[in-house]
């Protein structure tokens, strides 16, 4: 199990708990699953990845539909394309453990939240 | 008791295959590395073989016939509306990813975008398969060296789509697989199995909206379109009457048209006489965009080049009168050039 954000629109992982809906959104998920849906052109990146980038958490919160990033500042969508980039990197190493994660509180969006 | 199938168990997947003709495998086992998931709604795909009997019609002394042999075989297949999603994400290519590539012939590119273009030397068959969800009693269909031969985009509707008719190599069916020939297997030694914890991405957008593109030759028409559509024919043709297969061997390539056919309310502004000035002008070409979405991650823009408008009819559609640019074809710009079309999401 690692952790990693969702940095695009939609995304879901059917027959399973697992859907994304925010960008920035901070997901628990098993290494095979997330690789396989990584694979199939799930835009996860690991946590760490993306906590380097230094969005903060106002930003996530207005941000986090992507239909208002029309909206976003500049900075923002430096950001994201910086976000957006990672995920054409060669290979995304799994390196974000549970354990090690941040402090922050982890907000999962399931299929039963979203029903 | 049997069970009842029901459209609503369909999981459609697509992939491309490596050779016309076999499923991509190990050792005759499928091998469901790049499988992607498609959304499309029920009762929108179709798959049928053509396996049809030639009659012997020999002189038996009765006006009855004696059983034939069977002919060659085929398939066809399409999907009518199936959504155009893009990924949602700048860049990374939208889920109906294979099937793009099989319509251009080649493997999108760009940084930060995905542009589809032509390749003249790229054939890019597909696997389709239509599993029951989660059965392994209702029968499932596997289809190889599917081609897209025509797609369809529509805009203004209630989602962006797209109608996909194909060609293909031969459908096989689980219940029947065994009794299948080994060139209709295909490579395996058994059915496929459905793919677990399928992933889909991005969401579907809208066929009209704020920030909508449609420009022909640099006017801006997005405000007075009430119908378009692109049209591609492939061109892509496969190749059924070798001698030593009963089935498609192979995928060639033919012309390939993109066209475009517009209905716009008639005015009298500078936009639109512009348009008409064109369609009446013989041998003129002009260049229209048209681009659905307006949210980064989520649009995709269509380029047609050297569009040779034909001429424009105007009717009346109750308190209004529609003017109409019939199917008009889009070109390359020079002898040796394949830009008469492109599709870039971004």
């Known amino acids: 199990m690692s952790s990693y954000r969702f940095i ?19 997901v628990e998920i098993p290494d095979d699953l997330a690789q396989d849906a990584i694979a199939h052109g799930a835009a996860l990146v690991p946590a760490k990845t993306f906590d380097a980038l230094s969005f903060t958490p106002d930003e996530l919160k207005k941000f986090g539909k992507t239909g208002l990033h029309a909206k976003a500042p500049a900075d923002f969508l430096t950001k994201r394309d910086a976000a957006w980039m990672k995920l054409r990197e060669p290979a995304i190493p799994v390196e974000d453990k549970v354990q090690d994660k941040a402090a922050e ?4 969006h399931t299929a039963q939240e979203t029903k | 008791m049997a069970n009842f199938n029901s459209s609503r168990y369909t999981r459609l997947f697509s992939q491309i295959q490596t050779s016309f003709t076999a499923f991509n495998n190990t050792s005759g086992t499928w091998t469901n590395t790049g499988a992607q998931m498609q959304r499309v709604d029920q009762g929108s795909l179709s798959i049928t073989r053509n396996a049809p009997y030639s009659r012997f019609p020999v002189l038996t002394g009765t006006r009855s016939e004696v059983a034939g042999i069977r002919g060659r075989k085929s398939a066809s297949w399409e999907v009518r509306g199936m959504p155009l999603i893009p990924s949602g994400v700048a860049g990374t290519a939208p889920d109906c990813d294979s099937i793009l590539q099989n319509i251009f012939g080649a493997a999108s590119t760009g940084s930060g975008q995905n542009v589809y273009a032509f390749s003249d030397t790229g054939y890019l068959p597909l696997s389709l398969f239509e599993f029951r969800h989660g059965s392994t009693t209702l029968t499932s269909r596997a289809v190889w ?3 897209v031969t025509r797609v369809v985009w529509n805009f203004n509707g209630p989602f962006l789509t797209q109608d996909l008719t194909g060609a293909a190599g031969y459908a096989i069916d689980s219940t029947g697989f065994a009794d299948f020939d080994s060139q209709a297997q295909a490579g395996l030694t058994a059915f496929p199995i ?15 909206g704020s920030g909508y593109v ?12 009430r119908v378009v559509s692109i049209t591609l024919e492939t061109g892509l043709t496969l190749v059924g009457d070798v001698y030593g297969s009963p089935y498609n061997v192979a995928v060639v390539g033919d012309t390939r048209r993109a066209s ?8 009298d502004s ?8 064109k369609a009446d002008t013989d041998n003129t070409t002009i260049n229209a965009t048209i681009q659905a979405g307006s949210v980064a991650g989520s649009t995709a823009t269509w380029l047609l080049k050297n569009i040779q408008l034909n001429a424009f009819d105007m009717k009346d559609n109750g308190a209004l009168v529609d003017m109409e640019i019939p199917t008009s074809y889009a070109h390359a710009s020079s002898i040796g050039a394949t830009d008469d079309m492109t599709l870039t999401f971004s």
Request: some cysteine.
């Open chain 2, 145 to 147: 060296g599917a081609v």
């Open chain 2, 214 to 225: 449609a420009t022909v030759d640099t006017q801006n028409l997005s405000t007075k379109v």
């Open chain 2, 260 to 267: 475009i056919a517009l209905t716009a309310l008639d005015d």
């Open chain 1, 8 to 26: 695009g629109s939609h995304c879901e992982i059917w027959d399973t708990k697992y859907v994304f809906t925010r960008f920035g959104q901070l």
């Open chain 2, 270 to 277: 500078t936009a639109l006489n512009d348009i008409k000035v």
């Open chain 2, 194 to 208: 459905e793919p677990t914890s399928p992933t889909v991405n991005g969401q579907p957008i809208a066929g009209f």
């Open chain 1, 105 to 108: 509180p982890v907000i999962t």
